[in-house]
Nanobody, 128 residues
Framework: QVQLRESGGGSVQAGGSLRLSCVFSEGTFSNYAMAWFRQALGKEREFVAQISWTGLSTHYADSAKGRFTISRDNAKNTVYLQMNSLKPEDTAVYYC?????????????????????WGQGTQVTVSS
């Protein structure tokens, strides 16, 4: 059973940066496209970013474009989310997710229920 474990969350002031990490285990990392979602209190889980198994194909939500960067290190079985210029509205629990697809150009999947595995989440709080 694939396991995902996020880390790197915390509290920052608006304009600050955080880098989230998600370690993948108990499976073959390169068989999966990876993604980050977030869920604010009282809201539905929303897509943030997705990356192909090679790391060469990415897709971002409009809210993340220009501020967040998703990347992966297949040697370390880890996917990252670098978040810059953080805003209070970025406050949420951030989850990584795995989608079993091995395509050089990802099929964009923004619907949470279509992902195969999820981590437990890491809290990000941005104060104004």
């Amino acid at each position: 059973q694939v396991q995902l474990r996020e880390s790197g969350g915390g509290s920052v002031q608006a304009g600050g940066s955080l880098r989230l990490s998600c370690v993948f285990s108990e499976g073959t990392f390169s068989n999966y496209a990876m993604a980050w979602f977030r869920q604010a209190l009282g809201k539905e889980r929303e897509f943030v970013a997705q990356i192909s198994w090679t790391g060469l194909s990415t897709h971002y939500a409009d809210s993340a474009k220009g501020r967040f960067t998703i990347s992966r290190d297949n040697a370390k079985n880890t996917v990252y989310l670098q978040m810059n210029s953080l805003k209070p509205e970025d406050t949420a629990v951030y989850y990584c997710a795995a989608d079993r697809q091995r395509r050089d150009v990802i099929v964009v999947v923004t619907t949470p229920k279509l992902y195969d595995y999820w981590g437990q989440g890491t809290q990000v709080t941005v104060s104004s």
